[in-house]
């Protein structure tokens, strides 16, 4: 295949997977420097809800981190006005997070960079091999 390095010592499919994940990693970067984020920020602005309210624990379980460290990353945001913060009168332990519109903002920024590189990525796909590369990469997801 051109273009497909052969390093005998890993697998072909594993092999391609880091390259595929070398180039969203690159992107990522870019977006952040873009955007002025940490990768940490970035991934918590996405994982929030464009016009709803989260609390800490249910971002931290989308996010697949500790929820002490999505408070520590919530904090940094709400500290930069991107996240507004607000307190449960019948639970005063919860609070929500809300994007406020300069996060708002961002988010959409961000998601409009990442779709680019989605289109990027599947630019040499036909719509037929996208729909089926997508049912692959769910199948390989759900098997773990």
Known sequence: MKGVPQNHAV????GLIRIIRGFCQR?????CHKLGLTASQLAFLLAMPEQAEFNVQQVSEIMGLSPSRASRVADSLVRRSLLSRRTVDSDRRIQLLALTLAGRTKWQAARALLVECEEKLLSKLTAQGSRELEEILKTLVNAW
């Open 27 to 31: 992107q990522e970067r870019e977006t």
């Open 11 to 14: 697998p072909l499919l594993i």
